[in-house]
């Protein structure tokens, strides 16, 4: 199985949906192949009304590891800046020196409820067209659906 370069951006602007978050962005990792260079390496940037990366993709080797550091995020809270975010991943979080190799496919999993307080499209296209794959996943009773199609632009990439 080949591996990914694999983003989490996981919304931690809402107090009542970061835990939430944080259990899917916990599942999601429990279940892939976390162990050798054609395994999958993870990175994780939590945003709000700012945007902090709690961990490259080259940081953690082992999926315990990851599992870890996912387990010990405290939430930054504030607004829901998704597009920053997304566009943050891309200049920062996807380069060579961060982990980002070469030979796999680049993944962005943004785990949110969809409502942001800044513009998505530009920033999502952006990404995009560097040849990161988009999924959203829309968590919490007030999801904006339409905002998770607007970052991905594909509804089979929408969960």
């Known amino acids: ?4 370069d694999l983003l989490l ?19 999601l990792v429990d279940r892939l192949p976390i ?16 945007t902090r990366q709690e961990f490259h993709l080259n940081r953690y080797s082992s999926k315990q590891s990851v599992l870890a ?5 405290r939430q930054t809270s504030g607004g829901s800046f998704v597009g ?28 949110t409820d969809g409502r942001t307080d800044d513009a998505v499209d530009d920033f999502s296209t952006a990404a995009r067209h560097q040849g ?8 919490g009773d007030m ?9 991905t632009r594909d509804p089979d990439n929408v969960l």
């Not at 990161?132 to 968590?139: K, S």
């Open 69 to 73: 550091a996912i387990d010990n995020m």
């Open 143 to 151: 999801v904006n659906r339409q905002t998770l199609g607007t970052i």
């Open 84 to 111: 920053s975010a997304i566009d943050y991943a891309r200049l920062i979080s996807f380069t060579a020196e961060n982990g980002n190799r070469a030979n796999v496919p680049d993944g962005m999993v943004v785990v």
């Open 35 to 50: 162990t050798d260079q054609q395994a999958t390496n993870i990175g994780l940037v939590q945003f709000s009304d700012t």
């Open 132 to 139: 990161i794959t988009i999924f959203a996943v829309g968590i």
């Open 9 to 27: 951006l996981v919304d931690g602007s809402r107090e009542a949906a970061f835990s939430q978050n944080k259990a899917f962005a916990r599942d």
């Open 1 to 4: 199985m080949r591996g990914w």
